[in-house]
């Protein structure tokens, strides 16, 4: 997939792309937080939020159905001004006919990518669905659109060569009706990014649509938004699968969820929901199977088991496995911190209890085999020694990434796995949301995943410091709410972002 391809080589220079005015920077400069707008229908995204220079800016538009009517309106006045003796129901034949002519009404789309190049520009039909359904691929090449429902999308990509902030100008012109104008500047060079919703469920949705276009999505994995234990062995599945982590209530799927969904997926993808009936419950998955999709649950009788049958599903996928992550059942920081190295080098995240090794645990490495490497994440008080003892005593390999807390022990993985990072995602240490998501997203950048709590911790300064000259991209999952942006700006400071 070429989100993977783009962000996980990140080095040299990266882009940000960020709504707002080119120039507009003060001691916000670097920072890019956004990369879509709205006005007056017209919807624009770009993405992904962070890529290496010289590759593809990826611009996604979309004109909604109402300015089409806004459009037909203006254009139907205009003819209709003499036959205004018309009697009411030749009134009624003419509302109509304009809602009929509506979808069928085309649109040119022109899109100036700010640097001097020539602006690409195409015209899109108000409704030209394929029967059989088989357009998704061509729409997302370069330069094609389609029309859906009463909307019009199109898609284009563009490379910016040289670091600077670049203006995109979108306008969309219905036939016979006004134009309308959006603007989303790309900062190209060093920065900050933030993925950020009103809440954990919005959050989610923001990094799903910053790492997938339209369609491009293998599955769709579904977690509880106010629980952590089932999505913590997420992230490896993730990206096994090509899919995002969203959040949903236990007991219903929000309408953005849902239209998340249908983009990713369109009308027939396949869903995994995580964990059992009362983290998600059949109310949830009858509603998405009545949407068409394939419903799959991957779960056990508890959190553990349920980190082993997200193991037991790729093992059967075919997937090649020679490291899992063992970590505490009972707390989130040290698997979140874990998510991001463990979905980048494949490796399942095994939730144990912390005094002994769970017999479904020791049962599914038996499976694996003794050539698996375990990679115990957090210090004693999570994973025992004793733990680490027995796994010895049956012929593994074992080792322990630890600090005094779970900022510490942050840092050594991400010291560990990323040595000389080209881009970093901070997230929250207190509360686990942000970071359920993020885990699969940071693994796709190949980036360390470092958590933060109020301050900047000794230890991930030293590391920041050390790789100062190597970082390019800082990356916050949450809002200020969760990583405040003084501390952001602590961090930027150390690496010069």
């Known amino acids: 997939m070429r989100v993977r391809a783009l962000l996980a080589a990140a080095c040299a220079a990266s882009l940000l792309a960020v709504a ?3 120039g507009a920077h003060g001691d916000d400069r670097g920072r890019h937080d956004d990369a879509e707008t709205e006005v007056d229908g017209l919807e624009v995204k770009v993405r992904p939020a962070v890529a290496r220079a010289g590759n593809p800016v990826h611009v996604k538009a979309k004109l909604d159905g109402d300015e089409l009517v806004a459009a037909a309106k203006d254009d139907d006045d205009l003819e209709d001004d003499d036959d205004l003796d018309d009697d009411d129901d030749e009134l009624e ?31 899109v039909e108000g409704d030209d669905d394929d029967d059989d359904g088989d357009d998704d691929d061509d729409d997302k090449r370069r330069g094609r659109g389609r029309g859906r429902g009463g909307k019009v999308v199109v898609h284009a990509d563009h490379v910016y060569e040289a670091d600077g902030d670049y203006e995109i100008v979108v306008t969309a012109t219905p036939e016979g009706g006004r134009p309308v104008e959006a603007t ?23 990094i799903s649509r910053d790492t997938f276009g339209d369609g491009e999505a293998g599955a769709v994995l579904l977690a509880r938004a106010d629980g952590f234990a089932d999505a913590l062995a997420s992230a490896t599945l993730a990206l096994a699968e090509e899919a995002p982590v969203l959040l949903i209530p236990s007991d219903d799927v929000p309408d953005a969820v849902v239209e998340e969904i249908d983009r990713l997926l369109g009308g027939d993808g396949r869903v995994y929901l995580l964990g059992g009936e009362a983290a998600i419950t059949p109310a949830v998955a009858d509603e998405l199977a009545t949407l068409g999709h394939t419903i799959e649950r991957i779960a ?8 082993v049958a997200v193991t037991e599903f790729l093992i059967a996928s075919g997937a090649t496995i020679d490291e899992v992550v063992l970590a505490d059942a009972a707390t989130f920081p040290d698997a979140l911190s874990a998510a991001a190295y463990a979905a980048r080098v494949g490796a399942p995240v095994l939730l144990t ?32 020694d004793a733990i680490v003892t027995e796994l010895e005593d049956r012929d593994f390999t074992v080792q322990r990434l ?64 050390a790789n100062a000259d190597r970082i390019q991209v800082v990356v916050v999952l949450g809002g200020d709410g969760a990583v405040p942006q003084d501390l952001v700006d602590q961090i930027r400071t150390l690496v010069g972002v």
Do not use: C, K, N, W
Not at 96 to 120: C, K
Not at 300 to 307: H, Y
Not at 415 to 434: K, L, M, N, R
């Open 20 to 22: 707002g005015p080119a």
């Open 93 to 123: 034949d003419d509302d109509e006919l304009e809602d009929d002519d509506t979808d069928e009404r085309a649109v040119t789309f022109t899109v100036d990518f700010g640097d001097g190049s020539v602006p690409e520009s195409m015209t």
């Open 184 to 206: 989303v500047t790309v900062h190209v060079g060093r920065g900050q990014a933030r993925m950020e919703g009103a809440d954990r469920v919005a959050t989610a949705l923001r």
């Open 300 to 307: 056990g009788e508890d959190r553990v088991a349920t980190s």
């Open 353 to 384: 209890d912390s005094d002994a090794l769970s017999p479904e645990v020791a049962e599914v490495l038996t499976t694996l085999g003794t050539d698996t490497l375990v990679t115990v994440v957090g210090g004693t008080a999570a994973v025992s």
């Open 402 to 465: 630890a600090g005094d807390d779970r900022y510490e022990t942050s840092v050594e993985i991400a010291a560990h796995a990323h040595p000389v990072p080209a881009v970093i995602v901070i997230a929250t240490g207190e509360t686990f949301p942000d970071a359920l998501a993020g885990g699969a997203y940071a693994g796709r950048l190949g980036a360390p995943l470092l958590l933060v709590g109020d301050d900047v911790p000794d230890e991930l300064r030293d590391y920041l410091e």
